[in-house]
């Protein structure tokens, strides 16, 4: 059964860091995209970053420059270091898996995390 857990997030003010982590088991993590989504409330839930099996990368626009994704195979891990955040920046943060075609649509990833809550403050 695959499941994935998230871990990191937390209350920090606006110009701090988090970096939160995506533990996924299941097996075959190698050969799989895991992408990290945000919910703010009464918004839609929004593509942040992803890395596919290869390891290239993808971010929405406006989290470039400011978030790193990256994978750590050995420990079944995906992470993504935030720095620069900003109010807008907090949300309910989600990981997921798949073998999306395109990254950044929600609905091609399979399996989904609890998430994990981020709140910065001004």
């Known amino acids: 059964q695959v499941q994935l857990v998230e871990s990191g997030g937390g209350l920090v003010q606006a110009g701090g860091s988090l970096r939160l982590s995506c533990v996924v088991t299941g097996g075959g993590f190698r050969w799989y995209t895991v992408g990290w989504f945000r919910q703010a409330p009464g918004k839609e839930r929004e593509f942040v970053a992803a890395i596919r099996s290869v390891g290239t990368t993808d971010y929405t626009d406006s989290v470039k420059d400011r978030f790193t994704i990256s994978r750590d195979n050995a420990k079944n891990t995906v992470y993504l270091q935030m720095n620069g955040l900003k109010p807008e920046d907090t949300a309910v943060y989600y990981c997921?898996?798949?073998?999306?075609?395109?990254?950044?649509?929600?609905?091609?990833?399979?399996?989904w995390g609890q998430g994990t809550q981020i709140t910065v403050s001004s």
């Open positions: 997921a898996r798949g073998t999306p075609q395109t990254t950044s649509v929600p609905s091609l990833y399979d399996y």
